[in-house]
């Protein structure tokens, strides 16, 4: 691992909530995607400071949702992941309180959810299902090495 804490830090909450055993029956690659992006990635800061990552039952994904939210809502603009399998097809949702470019629609709660972490009701979001399965943060602004 890298001498970064905050990603020692991050692998170690992904071992805890059980991201590699999860992973490994929804069919995604937790080395590629997650283990091999998370180390090779230059940045100093965590991208993911404000988020928590949790795999949260769903009433229609039997095996539930890994899902990494916002604890608290602090700027403008928010983004939330979330990966499931779900009638044998992989999903990784990216959304966003804010439109983006290759959105593929948008999503309300509704008011009674339980399915989703409570942080990220009462919003309307932007979202996207990516076909890279890599968090999002850790890429989106160059940060990988070559």
């Known amino acids: 691992m890298d001498d970064k804490s905050w990603i020692s830090k991050t692998f170690e909450r ?6 590699p055993e999860f992973f490994a029956k929804i069919g995604i690659a937790f080395e590629s995607n997650f283990l091999h992006t998370l180390q090779n990635c230059t940045i100093s800061e965590d991208p993911y400071s404000n988020f928590k990552w949790a795999i949260i039952p769903h009433s229609a994904i039997p095996g539930g949702v890994l899902h990494c939210f916002p604890i608290k809502i602090k700027q403008s ?38 399915d989703h972490p409570i942080e990220d009701l009462g919003r309307t979001w932007h979202y996207q299902n990516s076909s890279d399965l890599r968090p999002s943060l850790l890429i989106s602004k160059g940060h990988l090495l070559p």
């Open 14 to 19: 992904w071992v805890e909530i059980g991201v």
């Open 77 to 114: 603009k928010i983004t939330w992941e979330e990966w499931f399998l779900m009638d044998g097809e992989i999903h990784h949702h990216i959304l966003s309180n804010q439109p983006f470019e290759n959105e593929e629609g948008i999503w309300t709660p509704d008011a009674d959810d339980q």
